[in-house]
């Protein structure tokens, strides 16, 4: 096994001598605790120590992690933060985050954090440096705030995290970001190529005795909902609803935890940002519901972007899951097991037939950050057609798959190599996925090749592979120039290649794109791009996705385009960034694109934004001139870091729709929430109501 790159920059923690009260305080407890300080820069530069002074210090008892960060700031030196939003933008917010990995693994975690006003961040780490915050558990903190710094304190239960007893050294890193002073530290330093939540280079945080067993851990979270909804273009009834349901969360061990859930709703969860589709493939929109959510990694990373085996999103879909059960976690420090099973009852409307779900992953970790990995997805229909044969198309669904992470120990090398079978009913041959690809990133270079084959018969209904039957070569490199200009941290210039051709090697797709990057002190950015772009079509295609005539198959189409993206610095109560495409398109026509997105934060309660896109199609007829608006603008409200209130309405001239959608959410006590949801769907023209949905729902979190 390698080891960690700053296993000599140590913590200790020693257990709590009195009483910790979560207030912001530093309270005579912390003064017998040992500091961590002397924080490194991360950016802009990555050689010296951090100009903005923080300090750390933890503790714990028989219940709980307790973490105490003093951020200190120039004397009277405003905060910047966006809100109270809970798991806010990170670049946006002068914030404190603490990166844990439990396993000393150097790949799996989690990772707790404030702004400096006060708003919670939450994620359950993997892949060695993401954060998904979509994870949500329960804990406390609280954040004061002084003339020349402000103090975030936190208390984490035990029995939130997932560890394994009696290991007595975890990883361990904390991270700052001042934005006002345009600079990223951490406790232990990490190469500005990579983020601070990258565990391989965290240092360690060792207990002075095993941390607490968390012993019986059981959670219990019931939920009621009672919601009413018409939809008017039908000229239905009123239709009302009372439903309940629960979820349990039980600790099999410390680290092995079993998920169970009956008659799950998710009417709370906030629903998707409309785009302007003119791809000829499925997009991609990202689960969002909490009980796919922990340890979902396993499942949802195998794979590629866009050769997905497993995708939560098509569990539920037609039909409501009635039940489902999750065991997942570490078996030890080398051994990571999920498995799922999920039942879905039948919809009338849509005639879609009960099916069962199962879904497990084994890993194992090899050499230092690497691992290999087992998929197996499952999907069969129950019923198989004995109440209407002509609803079985294909009764069962299967995916078996194997893929090797690799990870160095210093995270230069990173890449996979994936391999995949398909199993359907009359279906044999050309079933396979194979792809591989390889990064190199140091300071100044970045190498990347990835190649992909996708059988035509290859099929994955309980993923996401929108596309199928061809060979994808990716080759990519990036040079980054370091500059001693006081406005500007560094200049990149990215080349890269993406190349689809058919079985026979026969190309089908090409873009070849050039991109030249400045990033500037102030942590602005600023990408001018150029682009080469091949299509043969293989199928009829509309280039304005809006149900006019069709390009030929077998057609073929080149195209040159340029554009720009910005984004401003942070340190300003305005925001904005706006991004430009400007060239040929389809059939010898043309595409302007502008999109332009605005923010203004009246700190630390509201924050208003507004998202505005146009294209403009022209080609010859029949497609004429066609112009796409979408604009979304946004306002959350934050009373308190509990207290929530966000609207936000979205316009999709390519949909004819117009959305409005009102959410109230009381966090009345930890991970426990009172929603009321409204929801509107319009037609633009005229303007009438499509269909409309007010939810109330109560849920509360219970420790046995």
Known sequence: MGQRKNENLNYHIK???????IDGDIDAAWMLTETAGNFNMVLPM?????????????????????????????PNQSYMVESLKRDFAFGKNDNFLLFMDPFDDQTN?????????????????????????????????????????WIWEAAIPFKTIRYKNGIRTWGINFSRLDITMAEKSSWAPVPRQFPTATLAYSGQLVWDEAPPEAGTNISVIPYLLSSGSKNYTANTKTAFKKE??????????????LDLTINPDFSQVEVDRQVTNLDRFELFFPERRQFFLENGDQFSNFGYASIRPFFSRR???????????????????DWRMGLMNM??????????????????????????RSNIGLLVVNRDQLLTGKKDPSLVTNPFNRNIGIEYNLASANNLWTGKAVLLKSFSKNTSKEDWVHAANIQYSSKKWLFSWQQEYVGKNFTAEVGYVPRKDFIKLTPGITKTFFSKNKKLTSHSLKLSSYNYYTDKLRLTDNTTFMAYTLALRNQATFTQWVAYDYVKLLQPFDP???????LARGSKHSWNATGTEFVSKPQQLFTYGFSTRFGGYYQNGSRSFVSIEMGYRFQPFVSASVNASYNHISIQSPWNKTTFWLVGPRIDVTFTNTLFFTTFVQYNNQQKNINLNTRFQWRYRPASDLYIVYTDNYFPAPFNVKNRALVLKFNYWWNL
């Not at 257990?15 to 009260?21: N, Y």
């Not at 304005?544 to 069709?550: E, G, L, P, S």
């Open 109 to 149: 975690g989690f990772s707790f954090g404030s702004n400096a006003a006060g708003a919670q961040w939450d994620g359950i780490m993997y892949d060695g440096g993401k954060v998904d915050l979509n994870w949500d558990n329960k804990w406390s903190s609280a954040v004061k705030n002084y003339s020349d710094k």
């Open 46 to 74: 990555d050689t010296s120590k951090a100009l903005v002074k923080t300090e750390v210090r933890m503790s714990f008892d028989n219940d709980q992690l307790y973490l105490i960060a003093i951020c200190y700031r120039k």
């Open 343 to 368: 039942q879905t009852g039948e919809n009338t409307i849509s005639k879609t037939e009960a099916q069962n779900y199962t879904v497990f992953a084994l890993q194992r970790r090899v050499f230092a």
């Open 244 to 257: 309940v349901g629960v979820e349990a969360k039980v600790g099999i061990t410390s680290s092995l935890n």
């Open 315 to 333: 569990i539920g879909l037609n039909a409501p899951i009635q039940f489902g059960a999750r065991l997942s976690g570490k078996l030890n420090k």
């Open 15 to 21: 257990r709590a001598t009195a009483p910790i009260i």
């Open 544 to 550: 304005t996705n809006f149900n006019k005539d069709t």
